[in-house]
């Protein structure tokens, strides 16, 4: 299963437009991709989900490139209550192998 | 989405003790998911727990030392057992949402092994 990399932080301030990547160079051709979105003490919550291109919802939107090596998270117009830590993570329906990436903490500042 | 509930929500245990961590489902769920993430850390898969079989268990984890039971849909436990101040981790349950693809977590059990 696809072994996943992100930056460790990003910076940014609140209405600017996001984007995380998440490396992911080895993934199957059957492994799907989802972010999450974690504050402290809590556990990850759910953002979004895709397969290729480009996924939005109400809350982001998700850049696959069609060799689906990477994908990007995208957060529209941050706003201080962004900050917490990002992570994608590759996984594979039939065996249930579900792999996070290392993580991304977004400070998001006045 | 569901709502996931884990007791204890930390616990602070002496080594070569065990703890059984319980997570509940407020709806019926085909599969469940437990975690280990270390302070700081990512998260990393221990088993995935299906009712009516058998968990199945990732590399690096044996169900010697993480027995888990799904008793039924909606509730689940993991055993830490023979603790080490190695096991010290927060430790979450998740289970599979309608879409096949998204996952809702507990809100975690803090482990600290002394």
């Known amino acids: 299963l696809a072994k996943t990399t992100q930056p460790i932080s990003m910076d940014s301030y609140e209405g600017q437009e996001v984007n995380i990547t998440c490396s992911h160079n080895?993934?199957?051709?059957?492994?799907?991709i989802t972010w999450y979105q974690q504050f402290p003490s809590q556990g990850p919550r759910f953002i979004i989900q895709?397969?290729?291109t480009k996924v939005t919802n109400e809350v982001a939107s998700l850049f696959i490139p069609a060799d689906r090596k990477s994908s990007t998270l995208s957060l529209p117009r941050v706003s201080l209550s962004d900050t917490a830590v990002y992570y994608c993570?590759?996984?594979?329906?039939?065996?249930?192998?579900?792999?996070f990436g290392t993580g991304t903490l977004l400070a998001v500042q006045p | 989405s569901a709502v996931i509930s884990q007791k204890p929500s930390r616990d602070i245990c002496q080594r070569g003790t065990s703890l059984t961590i319980q997570c509940q489902v407020d709806?019926?769920?085909?599969?469940m998911f437990w975690y280990r993430q270390q302070p700081g850390q990512s998260l990393t898969l221990i088993a995935t727990?299906?009712?009516?079989?058998?968990?199945?268990?990732e590399s690096g984890f044996v169900i010697d030392k993480f027995p888990i039971s799904r008793p039924n849909l909606t509730f689940s436990t993991l055993t830490v057992s023979n603790m080490s101040p190695e096991d010290s981790s927060i430790y979450l349950c998740?289970?599979?949402?309608?879409?096949?693809?998204?996952?809702?977590f507990g809100p975690g059990t803090r482990l600290t092994v002394t």
């Open positions: 080895n993934i199957a051709t059957n492994d799907y």
């Open positions: 727990a299906n009712q009516g079989s058998e968990a199945t268990y």
């Open positions: 709806s019926q769920v085909t599969m």
């Open positions: 998740s289970v599979e949402g309608q879409g096949g693809y998204e996952q809702y």
């Open positions: 993570l590759v996984g594979n329906g039939a065996t249930n192998k579900l792999i």
């Open positions: 895709g397969y290729k």
